[in-house]
């Protein structure tokens, strides 16, 4: 039996709107997505993940990028632990830095690349984050930099989207506007005016994941906000839904790799 190792290290960031970890970890993200532009290395190691391309590998030197609210899930290759490096941004902070330099709304298009360039970016602005001495000019210049390599290299427009279905949005709609109640899938069925077993099948084709597995990330989402915010984790528990403070945390873990008083200690 191969025994657990998960290591995290959430990191202050010198710019708000972005966070920093490193991470050592065997451990299997389940299907999620964040609200934020994530862009890391693999240090060492490797990985498999399911994306909207569909199954890709990562390893060593590969940098990988996932667009915010983008459906993804993360494996060790063989069990093995893998090393790696992650900035996350928040969407507005990206609109910001590059409006002036890309027209219209850009995303990501490769989920991982060998790219010796952009992996160095990266490496300089991730130091540049987490240095405590660091020049704040040096990592907004960084910054910059590396965003509008990684859209001209690996973006494209945003292609225009109608969006889920009628009877899949109105579920989402109900689940994101309050994440912190409880609801069955016969109340959402009802909602969307189509069976369970249909709501549940076309929201997992549309969405990439269940409608449980939908409002579970929602709501360490909504715990992740609260801590940000200032509340303690307990605080947060309560607030975001939770039974008590040890299902969000187990919750936070399996979602984001980190501990919601780490979390909050390094953003606070």
Not at 59 to 68: L, T
Not at 184 to 210: M, N, Y
Request: glycine share 8%; hydrophobic share 45%; charged share 20%.
């Amino acid at each position: 039996m191969v025994s657990r190792i998960h290591q995290v290290e959430q990191h202050r960031s010198r710019i708000q709107g972005i966070e920093a970890m490193t991470l050592v970890s065997n451990h299997h993200f389940p299907r999620h997505s964040h609200d934020q532009l994530g862009i890391g290395v693999i240090a060492f190691g490797a990985q498999r993940s399911w994306s909207g391309v569909g199954a890709v590998n990562a390893s060593a030197g590969d940098v990988i990028m996932v667009n915010p609210g983008e459906v993804h899930d993360g494996a060790p290759l063989d069990g093995n632990p893998r090393g790696w490096r992650m900035i996350y941004i928040d969407p507005a902070l990206v609109v910001r830095e590059v409006e002036e330099e890309i027209a219209g709304q850009v995303e990501i298009v490769h989920p991982v690349a060998r790219d010796r360039l952009l992996a160095a970016h990266f490496a300089r602005l991730f130091g540049c984050l987490i240095a405590s001495q660091s020049d704040r000019l040096a990592a907004e210049e960084n910054l910059l930099r590396s965003l509008v390599y990684v859209f001209g290299q690996h973006g494209m427009a945003r292609p225009s989207s109608s969006g889920p279905s009628p009877c899949v949005a109105r579920a989402v709609q109900r689940l994101d506007s309050a994440p912190d109640t409880s609801v069955s899938l016969a109340e959402l069925a009802a909602l969307s005016g189509v069976s369970r077993f249909q709501l549940l099948r076309g929201f997992a084709r549309e969405i990439g994941i269940t409608p449980h597995a939908y409002l579970v990330q929602r709501r360490v989402r909504l715990a992740r906000q609260l801590l940000a915010d200032g509340q303690t984790p307990a605080q947060a528990a309560l607030l975001a839904g939770y039974a008590d403070q040890s299902h969000m945390t187990r919750a936070f873990v399996r979602q984001l790799g980190v501990t919601p008083g780490r979390y909050r200690a390094a953003i606070a």
